[in-house]
């Protein structure tokens, strides 16, 4: 009996997932067909067989529907999961590269769909810069709890936004085709390079 409650929460969870990759899938399907600005809330909605206030618990906007990333949660917890002693930069890249490392095929297709928006679609631009900020700020935490420093440090977040400055270098929102298998390695190489025009700064 004591694990049923843990079995609902489970059921329930799980229930909330497909139903935001069925708002999620349908909203895509609609904006290849028939565009992104003709397409509205009501009519994903109705193709994900959900109602329009169902579709707002999900997604605040229509924007966010492109906008939100699935994938920094368990991004966030591949990093915890680095082992303890890692440089904080090679756990980040580590955790990166579990994450993606796993995704699907069709979760690929989802997400070159999605960054596709992001390169044809105006309106999305500016919610894209902010994405990066919440980037920084969700880097900067969990960089902070393996660092044992405070997450608004200026060591934590010129840490953060470093690496993301670096990261967008060579995966830019809405560049065409897919990510590929050598970015996180480029990306690693470019902070090796850039830490050693920075050691002349210190002291």
């Known amino acids: 009996m004591t694990d049923a409650p843990a079995a609902a929460a489970g059921l329930r969870e799980r229930k909330k997932a497909r139903t935001r990759i069925a708002i999620r899938d349908a909203a895509m399907r609609l904006f290849t067909e028939q565009g992104y600005a003709s397409t509205t809330v009501e009519q994903i909605a109705e193709a994900a067989e959900v109602s329009p206030s169902t579709f707002f618990r999900y997604f605040p906007t229509k924007e966010d529907v492109v906008v939100a990333d699935d994938y920094d949660p368990m991004i966030l917890a591949a990093i915890r999961a680095q082992p303890a002693g890692m440089p904080v930069l090679e756990a980040v890249l580590q955790g990166m590269r579990q994450v993606f490392g796993s995704l699907t095929e069709d979760e690929w297709v989802s997400e070159k769909r999605r960054q596709d928006l992001f390169r044809t679609v105006p309106e999305l631009r500016g919610r894209q810069l902010q994405a990066m900020v919440s980037a920084v700020d969700m880097l900067a935490g969990v960089m902070a709890e393996r660092?044992?420093?405070?997450?608004?440090?200026?060591?934590?977040?010129?840490?953060?936004?470093?690496?993301?400055?670096?990261?967008?270098?060579?995966?830019?929102?809405?560049?065409?085709?897919?990510?590929?298998e050598g970015d996180l390695d480029r990306v690693r190489e470019a902070l090796v390079g850039l830490r050693a025009h920075l050691e002349p700064l210190e002291g």
């Open 147 to 180: 660092m044992g420093l405070p997450a608004g440090s200026a060591e934590v977040r010129g840490l953060a936004g470093a690496f993301v400055g670096v990261a967008l270098a060579f995966l830019p929102p809405g560049r065409p085709g897919h990510f590929e």
